[in-house]
């Protein structure tokens, strides 16, 4: 590194002014304290990165922002928000959690998805709704349950159940109805049987 050209001003009213010029590597940082903020500039040959201080805030403006810390807490009083222009990933490689106090909100004009390696359970205490233009469940390793105090499945137009073997049982009442025709039909054995048998 060649030699570096440094120089201090000093202004009853633009404050002090710092400033380092390397000009082998075309690189000049700055140091500006003007009595309301304090600004520290690096400006080399195709990027800046500026952070400004004043009292009630700090703006750190800069093309790559790294923070390496063993812990970090970040507490806010007001509102806060993050945002990113492009992809946004976030990553914990032990456990990870995520709370609040009040609503829940996450929204996505896209695709969205949430898979796991284990288990993946969803709970509300009160009511949980799920739905979608189109729906679909699918157990590909074993059984698929649905279990509730009271269970009701209906379709606007058509309602099927299909299964190698299907099984409709009552521990009270079994109620089968159509308000037009009903058909019954088996291609082997049709069996009817009860204590008593009404049929028509």
């Not at 790559?64 to 976030?90: P, R």
């Not at 949430?114 to 059984?143: P, R, Y």
């Not at 137009?157 to 099984?167: A, R, S």
């Not at 009270?172 to 037009?180: H, I, K, N, V």
């Amino acid at each position: 590194m060649g030699t570096l050209v440094c120089t201090i001003e000093l202004d009853k009213v633009k404050g002090i002014t710092v400033t380092v010029d390397n000009a082998d590597a075309n690189i000049v940082q700055t140091v500006t304290m003007d009595g309301t903020a304090i600004t520290l500039k690096v400006a080399g040959p195709s990027d800046t990165s500026t952070v400004v201080q004043k009292a009630d805030s700090i703006v750190v403006t800069v093309k790559d922002f790294k923070v390496d810390a063993q812990t970090i807490t970040l507490l806010s009083k007001g509102t806060s928000e993050w945002t990113s222009q492009d992809t946004l990933k976030v990553t914990s490689t032990k456990d990870m959690s995520l709370t609040t106090q009040a609503k829940l909100t996450q929204t996505a004009t896209q695709d969205a998805s949430i898979s796991s390696s284990a288990k993946v359970n969803v709970e509300a205490t009160q009511a949980l709704a799920l739905k979608g233009l189109t729906a679909s469940m699918e157990a590909t390793g074993g059984e698929a349950k649905i279990e509730g105090l009271t269970l009701k499945a209906a379709g606007k137009t058509d309602t099927q159940v299909t299964g190698l073997n299907v099984k409709v049982a009552g521990q009270a009442a079994l109620d089968l109805e159509a308000q037009g025709m009903a058909n019954l039909k088996a291609s082997g054995i049709t069996s009817v049987s009860g204590a008593l048998v009404k049929l028509g």
